[in-house]
């Protein structure tokens, strides 16, 4: 999405509750950034995830830790945040997952394919988003870019889990 939507998008956000006290992070593409009032705004790199995106990936998930039922969670998702945010799962690094993501690129796996192993080396994404941010409510506004609009493809689906892609993630990778 061009930077001005996403501009839009966010600043609506905090114009709407101007009376809430309302904080959160923000990703986007190098070269997109705008102030989005008092949300943090962060630069990461598209397609390939970088540093920046796991620096992304570490301070969404210090944003929603320790929250409460009294606490509401707004993910605003679209196209991208699969290399945007990133958290290496365990013990892993960014450089112990790039060959992975690599590889299901170089054998022309289907987005939903590569969403698939992408969710079992993260810490974040698969519905990971919303486990982190438990027992606060979540609610994930979403513009899709993904062939079906499934929103548990979108973004590699940080807020919305699937117990199949566990067994879909480990056949796909192992036939790359």
Do not use: F
């Not at 001005?4 to 609506?12: I, K, V």
């Amino acid at each position: 999405m061009p930077a001005r939507p996403r501009l839009q998008w966010r600043l609506a956000l905090d114009a709407a509750w101007s009376d809430v006290d309302l904080t959160g992070v923000v990703v986007t593409r190098y070269g997109q950034y705008a102030s989005a009032g008092r949300v943090e705004v962060l630069e990461a790199a598209h397609p390939t995830p970088d540093a920046m995106s796991c620096e992304a990936g570490r301070r969404i998930l210090a944003a929603v830790k320790g929250l409460t039922t009294n606490d509401l969670v707004i993910a605003l998702m679209s196209g991208g945040g699969s290399s945007l945010m990133v958290a290496p799962a365990g013990g892993m690094t960014l450089d112990d997952s790039g060959p992975s993501n690599e590889a299901c690129s170089a054998s022309g796996a289907k987005i939903a394919e590569m969403n698939a192993v992408r969710k079992h080396l993260s810490a974040i994404k698969g519905g990971r988003l919303a486990l982190a941010a438990y027992p606060a409510c979540v609610v994930t506004l979403a513009i899709s870019d993904i062939p079906g609009d499934d929103p548990a493809e979108l973004a590699s689906g940080p807020t919305v889990a699937r117990l199949h892609y566990v067994s879909r993630g480990l056949r796909y990778y192992r036939a790359v």
